[in-house]
Antibody, heavy 119, light 113 residues
Framework: EVQLLESGGGLVQPGGSLRLSCAAS????????MNWVRQAPGKGLEWVSG????????YYADSVKGRFTISRDNSKNTLYVQMKSLRAEDTAVYYC????????????WGKGTTVTVSS | DIVMTQTPDSLAVSLGERATINCKSS????????????LAWYQQKPGQAPNLLIY???TRESGVPDRFSGSGSGTDFTLTISSLQAEDVAVYYC?????????FGQGTRLEIK
């Protein structure tokens, strides 16, 4: 069964840092690009960042560029996002998602991990 | 950035009736080299992660009931549920994957009338 399991969320103070992880199983992880998507409380979906299967190419939303770094360890089947200089507006559920064979739409999603930025 | 705008923001439809959700992109998401529209639809039920329904604007993902259909090209797209079931209550999002950032519409909340 194809599964994604996020971890690493929690409460962090403004200006702080956090690293989220996403453990993948049930598919050839290195063959697929991966994305992070977030959802602020009561709001819609926001694409945050993406990374190619090899990890060579990375992409970011303007709202997180320079503060978030996406990476992957294909030997561990794990996706990461390092978040720094966190702001209140980064408070959200963060989902990792597998990119489909049909382009950058996402056919498998994790259940999400919650990040709360507050003093 | 490509802006995705959905209409309406919310919709109430009777069981067994048709539901229609529209999505408009600020620029074309049709890739001329392969004649494919880089437009997807997702369903998000309360407390759950999103679920891919439609890709290439009109192709149903495996396992998605055939009452769900997608249409449109270029900048204007539609998701149709032909006969609404109780389990279809959800928020629906369109997403363009033509160019980064891969933006979503604001969502349409679908309820039972």
């Amino acid at each position: 069964e194809v599964q994604l399991l996020e971890s690493g969320g929690g409460l962090v103070q403004p200006g702080g840092s956090l690293r989220l992880s996403c453990a993948a199983s049930g598919f050839s992880f290195s063959s697929y690009a991966m994305n992070w998507v977030r959802q602020a409380p009561g709001k819609g979906l926001e694409w945050v960042s993406g990374i190619s299967g090899s990890g060579v190419s990375t992409y970011y939303a303007d709202s997180v560029k320079g503060r978030f770094t996406i990476s992957r360890d294909n030997s561990k089947n794990t996706l990461y996002v390092q978040m720094k200089s966190l702001r209140a507006e980064d408070t959200a559920v963060y989902y990792c998602a597998k990119v489909s064979r049909y382009g950058e739409c996402m056919d498998v999603w994790g259940k999400g991990t919650t990040v709360t930025v507050s003093s | 950035d490509i802006v995705m705008t959905q209409t309406p923001d919310s919709l109430a439809v009777s069981l067994g009736e048709r539901a229609t959700i529209n999505c408009k992109s600020s620029q074309s998401v049709l890739y001329n080299s392969n004649n494919k529209n880089y437009l997807a639809w997702y369903q998000q039920k309360p407390g759950q992660a999103p679920n891919l329904l439609i890709y290439w604007a009109s192709t149903r993902e495996s396992g998605v009931p055939d009452r769900f259909s997608g249409s449109g090209s270029g900048t204007d797209f539609t998701l149709t549920i032909s006969s609404l079931q109780a389990e279809d209550v959800a928020v629906y999002y369109c997403q363009q994957y033509y160019s980064s950032p891969y933006t979503f519409g604001q969502g349409t909340r679908l309820e039972i009338k």
